[in-house]
């Protein structure tokens, strides 16, 4: 899945699935190249949701609070090892 950059100190990119409703979310360092940063995928998550994510003014704090304990996730992996299998 494709993520955008977003400026959020614990967050550096988030990606939306509109068709499978999985929100994928990259926690980790300021430096987005870090590979060490994990990569988490939230599922059923409604259009609206992400939407809301993308603009409110505090990603981490929305995630906090709108999505953390209401959806179901799973870790991916760190991001270093998610891209030695692309």
Same mark, same amino acid.
């Given at each position: 899945?494709?993520?955008? *950059?977003? $400026?959020?100190? =614990?967050?550096?990119?988030?990606?939306? +699935?509109?068709?499978?409703?999985?929100? &994928?979310?990259?926690?980790?360092?300021?430096? *987005?190249? $870090?590979?060490? =940063?994990?990569?988490?995928?939230?599922? +059923?998550?409604?259009?609206?949701?992400? &939407?809301?994510?993308?603009?409110?003014?505090?990603?981490?704090?929305?995630?906090?609070?709108?999505?953390?304990?209401?959806?179901?996730?799973?870790?991916?992996?760190?991001?270093?090892?998610?891209?030695?299998?692309?």
């Amino acid at each position: 899945m494709d993520r955008s *950059p977003v $400026d959020s100190s =614990n967050i550096q990119s988030i990606g939306y +699935d509109p068709a499978t409703q999985t929100l &994928e979310i990259e926690f980790g360092k300021v430096d *987005p190249d $870090d590979p060490t =940063n994990r990569v988490y995928q939230y599922r +059923d998550v409604p259009p609206e949701v992400h &939407e809301a994510l993308m603009s409110d003014p505090s990603h981490g704090h929305y995630l906090y609070e709108n999505i953390a304990f209401v959806f179901e996730y799973q870790l991916l992996g760190r991001r270093g090892d998610l891209e030695s299998d692309d």
